[in-house]
T-cell receptor
């Protein structure tokens, strides 16, 4: 029973297209994230939502738009895809936003996006 | 700013100890973490240390924290082939407790 699941796992598309990646967590966590991992394995935070509210928005182009219909789901829509968007996108969730606790992140398996 | 640095590669012989090092800039971090990423998978928390601790031991893993030098290390005793992975150091950011900043990752390879 997967805790954080993302779909699709692989996505190959042409430049200029629009695509979405979906994420769902069944852990009952309040906070969800999108991270981008490039070809050199650098991992950078893109967005974070707490109870459907955007709390972290790093310097990400406006072409990327996250949407959280409820606290168990955080989807990522990307408009006008560019070659540089090719990466593995990881969804993650955690229980605490503030206060005590480890803030452990639980990651999905990643969605590999290839833009041709 | 918030920055976490690690060396990119480490190669050790099976059975030896592996030591992966990390430096960070945010002295206000509450927790520091080590995550492990196996090929084709997401990251998994390996261990963590609270910032008021110097050392934490968990079976084959030993975490050392030097707050003065902002240096964190992970020692894996008796390294096995199953330990081959990328290891990420991470810290909570001063700007937001829910923002975890990752290092570049150290790829650990095991020689027979």
């Amino acid at each position: 029973d997967t805790a954080v699941s993302q779909t699709p796992k692989y996505l190959v598309t042409q430049m200029g297209n629009d695509k979405s990646i979906k994420c769902e967590q069944n852990l009952g966590h309040d906070t969800m994230y999108w991270y981008k991992q490039d070809s050199k394995k650098f991992l950078k935070i893109m967005f974070s939502y707490n109870n459907k509210e955007l709390i972290i928005n790093e310097t990400v182009p406006n072409r990327f738009s996250p949407k959280s219909p409820d606290k168990a789901h955080l989807n990522l829509h990307i408009n006008s895809l560019e070659l540089g968007d090719s990466a593995v996108y990881f969804c993650a969730s955690s229980q605490e936003q503030e206060g005590p606790g480890t803030g452990e992140l639980f990651f999905g398996e990643g969605s590999r996006l290839t833009v041709l | 700013g918030e920055d976490v640095e690690q060396s990119l590669f480490l190669s050790v012989r099976e059975g030896d100890s592996s030591v992966i090092n990390c430096t960070y800039t945010d002295s206000s971090s509450t927790y520091l973490y080590w995550y492990k990423q196996e090929p084709g998978a997401g990251l998994q928390l390996l261990t963590y240390i609270f910032s008021n601790m110097d050392m934490k031991q968990d079976q084959r893993l030993t975490v050392l924290l030097n707050k003065k030098d902002k240096h964190l290390s992970l020692r894996i005793a008796d390294t096995q082939t199953g330990d081959s992975a990328i290891y990420f150091c991470a810290e909570t950011a001063y700007s937001s407790a829910s923002k975890i900043i990752f290092g570049s990752g150290t790829r650990l390879s095991i020689r027979p």
